[in-house]
């Protein structure tokens, strides 16, 4: 039973950096994207990246997030610099394999300025 696990998020200040990371068992993703959604407000792409690593990020990240996998250990992160108080949300992966996606549980990510 294939299986993903988000963990990483917490609590920083403004100008600070988490790392998300995003892990699937018992099958291979191709593509991951990262997603948030706030409160009040629609889910959004923040990030994405290819089988090929062709990677695309949403204009509000652009420059501080970086998307990145380890094929090896079958695992996505999202690394995120210069955090803003507007990137407080819940974040989620999502693993794409040839059959389906999964979507991880979500992880909070709270910026205090």
């Known amino acids: 039973q294939a299986q993903l696990l988000e963990s990483g998020g917490g609590l920083v200040q403004a100008g600070g950096s988490l790392r998300l990371s995003c892990v699937l068992s018992g099958t291979i993703f191709s593509a991951m994207g990262w997603y948030r959604q706030a409160p009040g407000k629609q889910r959004e792409l923040v990030a994405r990246i290819t089988g090929g690593g062709s990677t695309t990020y949403a204009d509000s990240v652009k420059g501080r997030f970086t998307i990145s996998r380890d094929t090896g250990k079958n695992t996505g992160y999202l690394q995120m610099n210069s955090l803003k108080p507007e990137d407080t949300a819940v974040y989620y992966c999502?693993?794409?394999?040839?059959?389906?996606?999964?979507w991880g549980q979500g992880t909070q990510v709270t910026v205090s300025s």
């Open positions: 999502e693993a794409a394999t040839v059959l389906r996606s999964f």
